[in-house]
């Protein structure tokens, strides 16, 4: 039989009075949690409550401090659980402010220690019903001070500039447990060149690090009084320059450096060069005779970046002192039929000592010359001595 419209209808009205009915039980229920909530709320009634891991506070560390120890290890205290009881109210706070106050005056040397703690309510509506502790355990270690250099550690860069980032605090002053203080190297700030501004001087903080160079995990106990230094940071155009050697100091006395055949590693290095100034190369100050590290000297208006202060010079040095001798030239393929007519010879400068001079020979090549006068120049073979500037041999060539 088919359905009519009257009866769909009562069908849809059916199913709107089921739907309202859920929704005003539902209604019904939160308005009587509220309720109930709203009178649990205005009678406070009393409630009790165990807490878990109890902050710990200690008394005494000042007088601690002025025999040389300090408490190390709180982080490792077991957990320490207190009943407390009280009005609800007055519940919500006390949660976070109980204490358990150790008194570590009485200490007189390192070691670990049982300590009867002191449980401190936040308020005198709180009641303690139990504690659930027999004692704390504290480990006393040595208290030192130690002064570690700071260094300035640069991340991203500057297309075409370098950046030299400099502070007046080169070291600071950290104190805490002796285990804690031993493991600490150095310290160092980190900058992002990349994202400097008009400003180019930052405030900020620094971090520890190991003799390995790694960052400092375990901080239980260390302080400064430094917390942040400042940072100022100068930007320079990245130059490539060669790299020349010169004798300074004590290596300037008596020798003289040969600079052709003196050896460079790096031959170039990249500076920063502020605008206005103009460099030909970048010194590297030999301060001896023997091959070695030596460093580059950073001249006004100039930047040397950390990582290339230092070179490899295998220097090539000659005695500044020396002698002048007259040299016999021989002279070497004449042609076929012709001589030499004389004994051709030259005086020269030689670097060195003149026992020496009965090792040196001169020779001039005559390849290809007719009969006449000529100017040949001359080579030397002089061993450990050191010719000075060049020198000519005039001869005459007959049949």
């Known amino acids: ?30 308005i009587s949690i509220i309720i109930w909530g709203m009178v649990a709320y205005m009678t406070d009634p009393d409630v009790s409550k165990t807490i878990h891991d109890v902050n710990v506070r200690l008394v005494g560390e000042e007088a601690l401090k002025e025999k040389g120890l ?21 519940m919500a706070y006390a949660i976070d402010n109980v204490v358990v106050e150790l008194d570590v005056s009485e200490i007189d040397g390192t070691g670990e220690y049982e300590l009867e703690g002191s449980v401190v309510l936040p308020n005198s509506r709180i ?14 270690d040595e208290y030192k001070e130690k002064e570690i250099n700071i260094e300035i550690r640069q991340t991203g860069i500057i297309r075409g500039k370098l950046v030299r980032s400099e502070s007046d605090t080169k070291t600071v002053t950290i104190s805490g447990a002796g285990e804690e ?62 790299v ?3 004798l300074i100091g004590d290596a300037v006395s008596g020798y003289i450096l040969n600079k052709e055949e003196t050896r460079i590693d790096p031959q170039r290095v990249t500076v920063g060069v502020l605008p206005g100034n103009s460099f030909s190369a970048v010194k590297a100050e030999v ?7 030596y460093s580059l000297k950073e001249e006004e ?34 042609g076929e039929g012709l001589h030499v007519e004389g004994a ?7 670097h060195g000592s003149e026992s020496e001079a009965g090792n040196i020979r001169a020779y001039a090549y005559a390849s290809g010359l007719a009969e006449g006068s000529h100017t040949l120049p001359v080579t030397f073979e002089c061993g450990s001595l050191h010719i000075e500037g060049e020198y000519n041999v005039e001869i005459v060539i007959s049949r």
């Open 127 to 140: 009641s303690l019903e139990r504690i659930k502790f027999d004692s704390v355990p504290v480990t006393v």
């Open 1 to 30: 039989m088919a359905v009519t419209d009257k009866e769909r209808e009562n069908e849809k009205d059916r199913e709107r009075r089921k739907k309202n009915k859920l929704g005003y039980m539902i209604i019904s229920v939160i």
């Open 344 to 350: 051709p010879s030259v005086t020269a400068y030689f």
């Open 70 to 90: 300090i408490v190390t290890g709180t982080e490792d205290i077991p957990d320490l659980a207190v009943k407390i009881s009280g009005k609800r109210s007055d």
């Open 287 to 293: 301060t001896g005779t023997q091959s070695g590290e």
């Open 301 to 334: 208006g100039m930047y040397i970046p950390e990582n290339i202060k230092k070179v490899n010079v295998e220097p090539s040095v000659y005695s500044s002192t020396g002698f002048s001798a007259e040299v016999g030239v021989e002279i070497m393929d004449i």
């Open 181 to 242: 203080i031993d493991s600490v190297a150095c310290g160092y700030a980190t900058v992002d060149v990349s994202k400097l501004d008009g400003d180019r001087e930052i405030r900020t903080n620094f971090v520890m690090a190991d003799n390995n160079g790694d960052l400092i995990t375990k901080n239980e106990t260390l302080r400064t009084e430094t917390p942040d230094i400042v940072i100022m940071n100068t930007v320079y155009d990245a130059a490539e320059l060669p």
């Open 244 to 246: 020349e050697a010169e």
